[in-house]
């Protein structure tokens, strides 16, 4: 695999880790927890098949060895279907690829 390269849990593509939701088992208080973190981690894609499947199997508890709080699916659906009035995010890969120009690595 291609360095910061990770793979989905649910649909095993392979993409820049930037593609992706992370979710991390905190090492030091076992709570799990969206993007940041120190301990073990899981990507999963910001799709609904994705989700929905993650979900319905348990592949983020499964994963991550632990129970995973209904609170976190709640927020990761919600990252899906954003508001109504909220403004559309920039696509990452141009904020990636924008980076990295910057630092002369494009």
Not at 9 to 22: E, G, L, N, P, T
Not at 60 to 88: F, N
Not at 92 to 103: H, M, S, T
């Amino acid at each position: 695999m291609l360095p910061n390269h990770r793979r989905c849990i649910s649909c095993r593509k392979v993409d820049h880790k930037s593609a992706f939701w992370r979710v991390v088992r905190v090492f030091s208080s076992h709570q799990v927890q969206l993007d940041q973190g120190m301990g073990r981690s899981v990507y999963l894609c910001p799709q609904e098949s994705c989700l929905q499947a993650a979900q319905k199997k348990d592949r983020l508890g499964r994963s991550l060895k632990t129970a995973v709080p209904e609170e976190i699916y709640q927020t990761l659906w919600q990252r899906l279907t954003p508001s109504p009035g909220a403004a559309p995010k920039a696509d990452l890969d141009q904020i990636y690829g924008a980076a990295k120009e910057r630092q002369g690595m494009g």
